[in-house]
Nanobody, 121 residues
Framework: QLQASGGGLVQAGDSLRLSCEAS????????MGWVRQSPGAEREIVGA????????FYDDSVKGRFTVSRDNAPNTLYLRVNNLKPEDTAVYYC????????????????WGQGTLVTVSS
């Protein structure tokens, strides 16, 4: 089970850290990532991190502002977002899968419930 938290209403330019707590199994052997869905839009990959957390991958649209990290003890995934923009308004979902490709293709084995981030201008 994946439980995301940390969303809320913020102003443009603010920073935020989202968390995703994993439970029920050992997710340290899973690749984990974040996907977001803006109102009226398709889901899009935000970023992902490998099992160790040493390697990260980002969509070009968020590079430089978003940082994905994880702490395997406990099983927690993070998303740090700096300089938030109104277009970052979305429900943010965490995901986990044994394979990076499945995260990037947004077909993970596990989905967490989303946490809503609303950015006002």
């Amino acid at each position: 089970q994946l439980q995301a938290s940390g969303g809320g209403l913020v102003q443009a330019g603010d920073s935020l850290r989202l968390s995703c707590e994993a439970s029920g199994r050992d997710f340290s052997s899973y690749v984990m990532g974040w996907v977001r869905q803006s109102p009226g839009a398709e889901r899009e990959i935000v970023g992902a991190t490998t099992r160790s957390g040493h390697n990260t991958f980002y969509d070009d649209s968020v590079k430089g502002r978003f940082t994905v990290s994880r702490d395997n003890a406990p099983n927690t995934l993070y998303l740090r977002v700096n300089n938030l923009k109104p277009e970052d308004t979305a429900v943010y979902y965490c995901a986990a899968d044994p394979e990076l490709d499945n995260i990037l293709k947004m077909i993970p084995e596990y989905w967490g419930q989303g946490t809503l981030v609303t950015v006002s201008s």
